[in-house]
Each structure stands twice: as structure tokens, then as C-alpha cells.
T-cell receptor
């Protein structure tokens, strides 16, 4: 099955600086890569996703890049703000897997701390 | 509110108890999931339901038993749990399997 590795486990950056979180996956058939943000006491919330037919996607201060050859993808947050402090999870799955009920495989998460 | 509601938010149960976790989604999604979230571990997929059809997951102990009576409701029945089953249990739904999950806030389960 799929295996997703995520680094780093903790990331501390100064407010206003950029943060980068990296993930690798093992199953070359995976073609859907979402990122989730989890705040304390809440469930994970989808913040951005990318499919294998594109290499980069951007939404305001967040962006995701995908390298299918190397099987890795990254989350980039620019101009970080205190409210960006949370745990971030990457995930991978095979979208449109022909009717099979596949779930997402998640990384272990990155605790992002924004220092004022 | 995300559109996925889980109850109860917190549950403490003894190892001999039987309890159930409930999940309800108001998003018109066709797939629902149970995930287990433990400290310092990845989110672990437990069960998947697609159009009320369950996908078997042989790695989940039989003391966890899911039920999906319709596409809007999902239950997780618990019996004779162990202390290591203490975790946050998250329900999610998506329009189709493997795509765009919406999570509930979870049930924090403590087994004593």
C-alpha cells in the first residue's frame, strides 16, 4: 500500500518568513495530493490540493508543488502569520480508482509554530 | 461547523463497556470514513464506506464495528476496548472516494 513520509515534524519560523513542508510518497499510481491544517480541538481542514496533471498550484499565500518523477510534493506558506500556527498534514490517494473505495494515506504531520 | 457532526465530543469508557460513536454529514457526500488519530502517529484509516458499501479493512480489530445505515450517517460501535485504543476518532466524508475530505471535530476517546 501507499506510504507517505513528511518532514519536518516541527517547524518554527519568524512571523513574516516563509515555511516549507515536504512529503514523499511510495505508490507511483497516486495522483491526488491534498494538504490539511488541524487546529487545536478541531478536525483537519483541507487547505489546498493538487492533482498529478499539474506541477504547481497557488492560492493566495499558500502553494503546493509536485514532482511526480521524484515522488515528492511540498507545501509553501509565504508571509506567515500567527494564525498559520497549526499541525499540517499531507496525504496521497488514487483518485478515480475505478470504483474502489480508497481512502487517503496521511503523513505524520508537521507542527508549524509562528514566532511573533 | 464543517457540515460533518460527530457525537459525543468526549467519551470515557471502561474496558468492559459497549458504546457507539456517531457521525452525520449534511453535505450530500457519497463516501464516509473513520480515522484514528493517536499522538505522534499518522492518521490511520479504519473504514471506508462508498454509497453505503463497506470496504473491508482487515487490520482493524473486531472490537471496532462500523455501521452505515444510509449515506448521511455513520456509526462506530465499540466493545471490550483496550487502553491503547484511546485516541481521537475522526469521521470524514467526501463527494467520491479519495477526494476532498471534510472532517468532523472528532470524538476524544479514553479507555480506562
Amino acid at each position: 500500500g501507499e506510504n507517505v513520509e513528511q518532514h519536518p515534524s516541527t517547524l518554527s519560523v519568524q512571523e513574516g518568513d516563509s515555511a516549507v513542508i515536504k512529503c514523499t510518497y511510495s505508490d507511483s499510481a497516486s495522483n491526488y495530493f491534498p494538504w490539511y491544517k488541524q487546529e487545536l480541538g478541531k478536525g483537519p481542514q483541507l487547505i489546498i490540493d493538487i492533482r498529478s496533471n499539474v506541477g504547481e498550484k497557488k492560492d493566495q499565500r499558500i502553494a503546493v508543488t509536485l514532482n511526480k518523477t521524484a515522488k515528492h510534493f511540498s507545501l509553501h506558506i509565504t508571509e506567515t502569520q500567527p494564525e498559520d500556527s497549526a499541525v499540517y498534514f499531507c496525504a496521497a490517494s488514487i483518485k478515480d480508482s475505478g470504483g474502489g473505495a480508497d481512502g487517503l494515506t496521511f503523513g505524520k504531520g508537521t507542527h508549524l509554530i509562528i514566532q511573533p | 461547523e464543517t457540515g460533518v457532526t460527530q457525537t459525543p465530543r468526549h467519551l470515557v469508557m471502561g474496558m468492559t463497556n459497549k458504546k457507539s460513536l456517531k457521525c452525520e454529514q449534511h453535505l450530500g457526500h457519497n463516501a464516509m470514513y473513520w480515522y484514528k488519530q493517536s499522538a505522534k502517529k499518522p492518521l490511520e484509516l479504519m473504514f471506508v464506506y462508498s454509497l453505503e458499501e463497506r470496504v473491508e479493512n482487515n487490520s482493524v480489530p473486531s472490537r471496532f464495528s462500523p455501521e452505515c445505515p444510509n449515506s448521511s450517517h455513520l456509526f462506530l460501535h465499540l466493545h471490550t476496548l483496550q487502553p491503547e485504543d484511546s485516541a481521537l476518532y475522526l469521521c470524514a466524508s467526501s463527494p467520491r472516494t479519495g477526494l476532498g475530505y471534510t472532517f468532523g471535530s472528532g470524538t476524544r476517546l479514553t479507555v480506562v
